[in-house]
């Protein structure tokens, strides 16, 4: 599993995006400062942390993975299906702004501007253009890939320019088929092959293959699915179910 050192803190790193030589990663729990639930590489203020503490922990990623601090820009982890591209006057966006900014999924061409998206049992999703030099960060739970976000995401990078195929795709560590079950009313809404129907009307629900799917029906050059289940791997990763609704939040960053 590529769970890589970071000058101290632990990421999951997509060999896809790796080879294309772009600074991206998934984070793990370790490394920072919060305390209880949210010990200790919380990454988001809304889910009841310190705000402080998880601002020392944003001090925290940009210096151990060489990211810029001051240009630092997030998704709002609402569950829209709205993706916007970052342009100059809008670096910032979630971090030194308002954060109820109905944002789920963020493009740029700048480099230098990190962007963050974040998870804890949803799907995170990070997508690079290599043809025009553009990243994406993608926060996708079950409302999102229903609403399809991802092939949104795509969609703004192929508008400004990218073929599909030179767009590579990295689905970071999220609940899996083994741990996320719901009821009818979630499970329907998804193709049969991304549902196992279990005693009792629930079912088991694989969002991270729907994400796959849906990506790899737009041509993509790669989508990276690699990444383990978050309730599983609890021990590394932040899982809102696997610890009873409150945990801290990993993020999903890249920086051109
Ligand atoms: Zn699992």
Same mark, same amino acid.
């Given at each position: 599993? *590529?769970?890589?050192? !970071?000058?101290?803190? @632990? =990421?999951?790193?997509?060999?896809? &995006? %790796?080879? #294309? +030589?772009?600074?991206?990663?998934?984070?793990?729990?370790?490394?920072?400062?919060?305390?209880?639930?949210?010990?200790?590489?919380?990454?988001?203020?809304?889910?009841?942390?310190?705000?402080?503490?998880?601002?020392?922990?944003?001090?925290?990623?940009?210096?151990?993975?060489?990211?810029?601090?001051?240009?630092?820009?997030?998704?709002?982890?609402?569950?829209?299906?709205?993706?916007?591209?970052?342009?100059?006057?809008?670096?910032?966006?979630?971090?030194?702004?308002?954060?109820?900014?109905?944002?789920?999924?963020?493009?740029?061409?700048? *480099?230098?501007?990190? !962007?963050?998206?974040? @998870? =804890?049992?949803?799907?995170?999703? &990070? %997508?690079? #253009? +290599?043809?025009?030099?553009?990243?994406?960060?993608?926060?996708?739970?079950?409302?999102?890939?229903?609403?399809?976000?991802?092939?949104?995401?795509?969609?703004?990078?192929?508008?400004?320019?990218?073929?599909?195929?030179?767009?590579?795709?990295?689905?970071?560590?999220?609940?899996?088929?083994?741990?996320?079950?719901?009821?009818?009313?979630?499970?329907?809404?998804?193709?049969?092959?991304?549902?196992?129907?279990?005693?009792?009307?629930?079912?088991?629900?694989?969002?991270?293959?729907?994400?796959?799917?849906?990506?790899?029906?737009?041509?993509?050059?790669?989508?990276?699915?690699?990444?383990?289940?978050?309730?599983?791997?609890?021990? %590394?990763?932040?899982?809102?179910?696997?610890?009873?609704?409150?945990?801290?939040?990993?993020?999903?960053?890249?920086?051109?």
């Amino acid at each position: 599993m *590529p769970i890589r050192e !970071l000058n101290g803190i @632990a =990421a999951w790193q997509s060999e896809l &995006l %790796l080879e #294309a +030589g772009i600074n991206h990663g998934f984070t793990c729990r370790g490394g920072g400062v919060s305390r209880g639930a949210y010990a200790s590489l919380s990454m988001s203020p809304r889910r009841g942390d310190d705000p402080a503490d998880v601002r020392r922990n944003e001090e925290i990623l940009c210096r151990r993975a060489g990211l810029d601090l001051g240009r630092l820009t997030s998704t709002a982890q609402e569950h829209t299906d709205v993706v916007e591209v970052i342009t100059a006057d809008r670096v910032g966006m979630g971090i030194s702004r308002p954060w109820d900014h109905g944002v789920d999924g963020i493009v740029t061409l700048l *480099p230098g501007t990190p !962007l963050l998206a974040y @998870a =804890a049992d949803c799907v995170p999703i &990070l %997508l690079w #253009a +290599g043809d025009i030099g553009a990243a994406a960060a993608v926060h996708s739970g079950w409302r999102g890939t229903e609403a399809r976000i991802a092939e949104k995401a795509v969609k703004k990078l192929t508008e400004l320019g990218a073929r599909p195929q030179s767009i590579l795709a990295a689905i970071g560590p999220c609940i899996g088929p083994c741990c996320y079950e719901v009821g009818g009313d979630v499970a329907l809404r998804f193709p049969e092959s991304c549902r196992t129907a279990k005693d009792g009307g629930k079912y088991m629900l694989d969002l991270p293959k729907a994400n796959r799917l849906m990506l790899e029906d737009m041509g993509l050059g790669g989508v990276d699915a690699s990444a383990p289940c978050t309730m599983c791997r609890n021990d %590394l990763f932040f899982s809102h179910r696997g610890q009873g609704g409150k945990s801290g939040t990993l993020a999903a960053f890249i920086q051109i």
